[in-house]
């Protein structure tokens, strides 16, 4: 998904588009790299059944020497990369919130260069977060459903 974007005023902390100190009059979290990352991160996930395929064999597969960690491994994989990921975005949301405030009351002061403009870009950048929240849910949700179908028929 493309969008518009505001000029650019982000430092990133390792490549995940958040920064490791709040700076006055900076958004520390640079949303598009962020979603990037996220999306990128969910790739297991997307991948399930797949996965749960791998990881529980059938007895024509179940001879092949590289079995993989089961059910178990993949389950430890998949909450690791949710609670990054969760991290991630409550963070980002904190810090793009905390921002927006600072924004809103420069706006109001009328100090030059806070535009109405740049404030309607930093509440969609929130949206945006907010709305990748949901996905996530609903992502965990289905995810949990499959996987619980496929590891947890023993």
Same mark, same amino acid.
């Given at each position: 998904m493309t969008r518009p974007r505001q000029d650019k005023i982000t430092n990133s902390w390792s490549g995940l588009g958040l920064s490791t100190g709040a700076k006055s009059g900076q958004n520390q979290c640079d949303i598009d790299k962020m979603l990037t990352k996220l999306?990128?991160?969910?790739?297991?996930?997307?991948?399930?059944?797949?996965?749960?395929?791998?990881?529980?064999?059938?007895?024509?597969?179940?001879? %092949?020497?590289? /079995?993989?960690?089961?059910? *178990?491994?993949?389950k430890s994989e998949l909450e690791n990369?949710?609670?990054h990921r969760e991290t991630l975005i409550r963070t980002c949301l904190s810090q793009t919130e905390t921002?927006?405030?600072h924004f809103a009351e420069e706006f109001?002061?009328?100090?030059?260069?806070y535009t109405k403009r740049?404030?309607?870009?930093?509440?969609?950048?929130?949206?945006?977060?907010?709305?990748?929240?949901?996905?996530?849910?609903?992502? %965990?949700?289905? /995810?949990?459903?499959?996987? *619980?179908?496929?590891?947890?028929k023993f």
């Open positions: 999306r990128l991160s969910r790739d297991l996930e997307d991948r399930i059944v797949y996965r749960l395929n791998d990881a529980v064999r059938t007895k024509s597969m179940s001879s %092949r020497k590289d /079995v993989g960690s089961g059910c *178990d491994g993949l990369g949710r609670s921002f927006i405030s109001k002061k009328e100090t030059p260069g740049k404030l309607n870009f930093l509440n969609n950048d929130r949206n945006f977060l907010i709305s990748e929240q949901k996905t996530e849910a609903n992502t %965990r949700s289905r /995810v949990d459903k499959i996987f *619980d179908e496929k590891c947890n």
